[in-house]
């Protein structure tokens, strides 16, 4: 509104700056004298650009002031912009998930195993087998001309900074591993992200497809010729089949829980390095603590078998490859999936959620 205490006359603005439009002004003014005494209320529509004007010679003229004098105007002196807000950096990524959002990312990576088509899970179930049995291969390569040589703990020490190679290749390239399989699944299906029988399909295919691709591997490695001499094998492969129905079963257990840490430290990782320090260091630990893998031993033991150890299918199936089986589900499952879904999931919030 124009203040004064001459006749009244009406302006109608319509223009357009920087592309915003300014509409609806309705400029009542009053003029008195030749210094007007101008104050600008603009509609509450519109941006705040402040209006001058001035009159000359019987006309009055008003034009607006650029975006940067924003703020309300007297006689025609526009009040300076506020300092634009300082623009931060967006915060770099964690280089490893916290304990919650690792768990999430577990789940989100079981749904997507449990969703998959049988066919690609049967495939990369045969790829993550024959990564696992090349480096069972390089590590016995390695270690067998060494046995007798430096005293069995750096044997072990030796073949287990070797083996963990193969879990890596697994989780960067993409494969899928029964026993980390036992842990990841089960999150998705407490969650409701995924079925039972989406479990049960991705734990069977892949169990079948890692049984495959060993062999494969264990084809290859005879036809190569490059373990012929090597007493490694054999002797692994009448030493795993010799053990206690009981002490295969458990030494599963205490193997997989630390495989499916080296796997779910892994996922939390958001880094190459971080990603391999959090696959080694577990699987390195089992190695060498002479732990019962069950995909590893489909290597190792079809590998002696095929160089010549005295062991039977029979011997190798229900003597080894079952308890260690049965060990690497219940951990994976029990230790893992539903022990973090009491802390960070669905188990839990159920817990809480029931009457005292």
């Known amino acids: 509104t124009f203040k004064g205490t001459a006749s009244t006359r009406r302006l109608a603005l319509h223009t357009s700056l920087a592309s915003i439009q300014v509409q609806d002004f309705v400029i009542k003014m009053l003029l008195a004298t030749s210094q007007p005494r101008v104050a600008i209320k603009q509609h509450p529509r519109a941006r705040a650009y402040p209006i001058a004007c001035s009159r000359r010679r019987g006309f009055i003229s008003c034009s607006i002031a650029a975006p940067s004098s924003f703020g309300t105007v007297n006689n025609g002196k526009p009040e300076p912009a506020p300092p634009a807000p300082a623009v931060l950096p967006p915060a770099p990524a964690p280089g490893v998930l916290p304990p919650p959002l690792a768990y999430q990312q577990a789940v989100t990576l079981g749904a997507a195993k449990a969703a998959m088509p049988a066919w690609k899970i049967l495939l990369q179930g045969i790829q993550a087998g024959m990564y696992i049995g090349i480096a069972g291969f390089v590590s016995m390569a390695v270690c067998g001309p060494l046995t007798g040589v430096l005293a069995p703990p750096l044997v072990k020490l030796l073949m287990g900074l070797i083996f963990p190679f193969g879990l890596m290749i697994t989780l960067v390239c993409g494969a899928e591993l029964f026993t980390g399989n036992t842990a990841l699944v089960p999150t998705a299906v407490y969650e409701k992200k995924a079925t039972w029988g989406g479990l049960a399909k991705n734990w069977f295919w892949s169990y079948i497809g890692n049984f495959i691709g060993s062999l494969l591997m264990v084809g290859l490695v005879v036809a190569s010729g490059l373990l012929a001499g090597n007493q490694m094998p054999a002797n692994m492969a009448v030493a795993k089949t010799s053990l206690p129905w009981a002490q295969a079963f458990f030494r599963g257990i205490l193997c997989n829980w630390l495989v499916c840490c080296a796997v779910w430290m892994a996922s939390a990782a958001t880094t190459l390095p971080g990603k391999t320090i959090g696959a080694w260091v577990p699987v390195t630990a089992f190695v060498i603590a002479g732990c019962e893998h069950s995909v590893a031993n ?59």
């Open 298 to 356: 489909m290597c190792f033991i079809s590998m002696g078998m095929a160089l010549g150890a005295k062991v039977t299918v029979g011997e190798f199936l229900l003597n080894n490859l079952l308890p260690v089986t049965l060990g690497n589900t219940l951990a994976g499952v029990l230790f893992m999936a539903t022990a973090y879904s009491l802390a960070y999931g669905a188990l839990g919030a159920k817990q809480a959620a029931a009457p005292a």
